[in-house]
């Protein structure tokens, strides 16, 4: 039997009702017979997001402030506006949450759709054996879905677990243009990333990709996992998981951030480095559309919303640590620019260019991203320790990530942390300091369990700088946000974001409300 693969699904919801049918018309010259094994795994290679979400989750985040009307935003004004003010968006383009919510669900169709051809082909044949296809289309289907609540939902907590809303979990291909869908719960949401993520873990294989940092191979399925458990607050399960992907020694499979910090801050020499795949330390790498490379490099039109000198230096890559001064003990330095107020790390190469039309030099700009690494495993294994209160394993673990990240040659004990952390003021937003204070729906108690948070979250912060993950810290531990204009070394708050601000959850696109689907609550 031959199965015709279409990627409509959920993707209906990110269309007006009078596009649906124009939408409809265009997808049979694009469809795939997904009729062989080998067209089925070819076809997983599209069930990874296209679109990059560090850009909603960054300025969003504390890791951004306002500097002022004097500097610009060249390429997306009204978008970085919007989202640095957490409006509900109604730009479109790269980088919006829109086209996020699309992208995720073209993902999630394709995974759907591979997962019934495997079904039908194993039917058909008993000598037909997709496990290794079947256990990344469900890898996949977990990840969009994660994606989505990570970024649409409230983290997930035992209080709010059956109130606070979740997005609708796609399960099977759609078969009609506009079917009705309900959200449910973020518990809901949870139960069925973690059925697919257990059901799907035990059949993946390395053997069946020609270059498997860009699936999800077994390291990066487990590294995903650990980060799930972790945000679900099933902190044995992130330990185990984390386990497998870090190996019987983690201090061999973190990154060289020394030879990273050697390399020259010009051009892409850095950021290359960073996302090579023959790298270690980087465990899966998508490749999306995204202007998040230009915001991260040294430009003069991306300047008005930015991670900036002010929370550089009081805040993170520029702050003291228990590790010392950030400015002379990291391996890779942080760029600081006396024209523009930037600092970044050279993560993100500018773009690479995905040419439609060579001779005319236009395209698409992409950027690569190493979205699950060894580094971030090995925070995610210290947090779950700190939380069960295994004190000396998270120690060992942050001893590790010390010793690879910076050039201190501090001994990390309970004492130490304590001292340090314990003795920080609490950062108010006109005298910040690396330590905020915490509001999460979970006990953690005073004293050294808080102090070893405040530990791996500042750590987490310099080395995720970019990546979006500071939004999910935000959120899980109830961390107030400020915005606020900086001019002339002048500080004025305009927003706050509380701990219980509905906001934390970014509104869904309004072409998906005007569908029908339950917007998330604003206080009016």
């Known amino acids: 039997m031959k199965f015709k693969y279409t990627a409509v699904a959920l993707t209906a919801l990110s269309l007006t009702v009078s596009s649906c049918n124009d939408f409809l018309d265009t997808m049979p010259d694009n469809r795939t017979e997904l009729d062989t094994p ?12 296209t679109t990059n979400w560090n850009m909603i989750a960054e300025f969003s985040s504390d890791n951004t402030d306002d500097n002022g ?63 290794a296809q079947r256990g990344e289309a469900l890898l996949c289907r977990a990840y969009g879905h994660f994606v989505l609540s990570y970024i649409f939902c409230e983290a997930w907590s035992e209080s709010n677990k059956d109130k606070a809303l979740g997005i609708p979990y796609a399960t099977k291909p759609e078969t009609t243009v506009a079917p009705h869908y309900e959200r449910g719960t973020i518990g809901e949401t949870y139960k069925n990333i973690e059925k697919d993520l257990e059901e799907g873990l035990q059949f993946i294989d390395d053997n069946n990709y020609t270059v498997p940092k860009y699936h999800f191979n077994r390291k990066a399925a487990y590294a995903f996992a650990a980060r799930f458990y972790l945000y679900y607050q099933k902190y044995d399960q992130a330990i185990e998981c984390a386990n497998i992907a870090l190996g019987d020694n983690a201090a061999l499979v973190t990154r060289d951030w020394g030879a990273l910090g050697k390399l020259s801050l010009n051009d892409n020499l850095q950021p290359d480095a960073y996302v090579d795949a023959a790298n270690k330390a980087n465990l899966l790498l998508i490749t999306s559309r995204s202007f998040w490379g230009l915001y991260n490099g040294p430009l003069t039109t991306t300047n008005r919303y930015t991670h900036n000198p002010t929370i550089a230096k009081n805040e993170t890559c520029m702050s003291t640590g228990i590790w010392g001064d950030c400015s002379t003990t990291l391996k890779q330095q942080a760029a600081d620019y006396t024209s523009i107020p930037k600092v970044i790390f050279r993560k993100y190469p500018l773009f690479y260019m995905e040419y439609t039309d060579i001779n005319a030099q236009v395209g698409y700009y992409n950027v690569v991203s190493s979205v699950f690494n060894t580094d971030e495993t090995l925070l995610v294994r210290a947090e779950a320790y700190a939380m069960k209160k295994e004190y000396a394993k998270a120690i060992a673990d942050m001893q590790i990530w010390q010793d ?50 405040h530990f791996i979250l500042h750590a987490r912060r310099i080395q995720t700088l970019h ?3 500071r939004w999910g810290d935000i959120k899980r531990y109830g961390i107030t946000v400020y915005r606020r204009t900086v001019e002339n070394r002048d500080i004025t708050v305009t927003d706050t974001l509380l701990p219980d601000d509905p906001r934390r959850a970014i509104q869904l696109p309004s072409d998906v409300i005007s569908a029908g689907l339950q917007p998330n609550p604003r206080n009016e």
């Not at 080998?38 to 997001?49: C, H, M, Q, S």
């Not at 730009?91 to 995720?104: A, I, M, Q, R």
Request: charged share 25%; glycine share 4%.
């Open 404 to 453: 690879a990240y910076t050039t201190s040659k501090v001994h990390l004990t309970e004492e130490a942390i304590n001292k340090f952390y314990g003795n920080v003021a609490y950062y108010t937003p006109t005298k910040p300091t690396v330590k905020k204070e915490l509001h999460p729906d979970f006990t953690v108690e005073a004293g050294t369990q808080e102090n070893m948070i």
């Open 38 to 49: 080998e067209k089925i795994t070819k076809i997983l290679v599209t069930a990874y997001p």
């Open 467 to 469: 990546d979006g993950l």
């Open 69 to 131: 009307s004097k500097y610009t935003d060249g390429l997306t004004p009204v978008l970085s506006r919007e989202i640095y003010q957490w409006k509900d968006t109604k730009e479109s383009g790269n980088d919006c949450p829109s086209v996020l919510w699309s992208s995720c669900y073209k993902a999630i169709a394709t995974a759907n759709h591979a997962l019934e051809a495997i079904e039908k082909l194993e039917s058909e044949n008993n000598t037909v054996n997709l496990s």
